[in-house]
Nanobody, 121 residues
């Protein structure tokens, strides 16, 4: 399974950031798939934004982002999308797509390579 993030590298303050994670080698409709967005601001640790399970119809957000973040899936493109509204320079970070799944009872974790997002006028 491979994850590929895509989106604008530069966003202006107050705009909405939209990032896409395309999954290959697997289907987001697989029952055991939990897909998440995680970010790492410069000089800081990883921050979990939220996760989605298409088959369970569940989307959960970190309390730090629940007022601004939306995560949704597009099964026709085998993608999930993150939208983050009202961005500020503090949203500058590398954004990662993350997949946790089980196969034959064993857990597997996959990461995308990450995409740099800079919020600047």
């Amino acid at each position: 399974v491979q994850l590929q993030e895509s989106g604008p590298g530069l966003v202006k303050p107050s705009q909405t950031l939209s990032l896409t994670c395309t999954v290959s080698g697997g289907s987001i409709t697989t029952n055991s798939y939990w897909l998440a967005w995680i970010r790492q601001p410069p000089g800081k640790g990883l921050e979990w934004i939220g996760y989605i399970s298409y088959t369970r119809g569940i989307t959960v957000y970190s309390s730090s982002f629940e007022s601004r973040a939306s995560i949704f899936s597009d099964t026709s493109k085998n993608q999930i999308t993150l939208q983050l509204t009202s961005v500020t320079p503090e949203d500058t970070a590398v954004y990662f797509c993350y997949l946790r799944m089980r196969r034959l009872g064993l857990p597997y974790v996959y990461w995308g390579q990450g995409t740099q997002v800079t919020v600047s006028p």
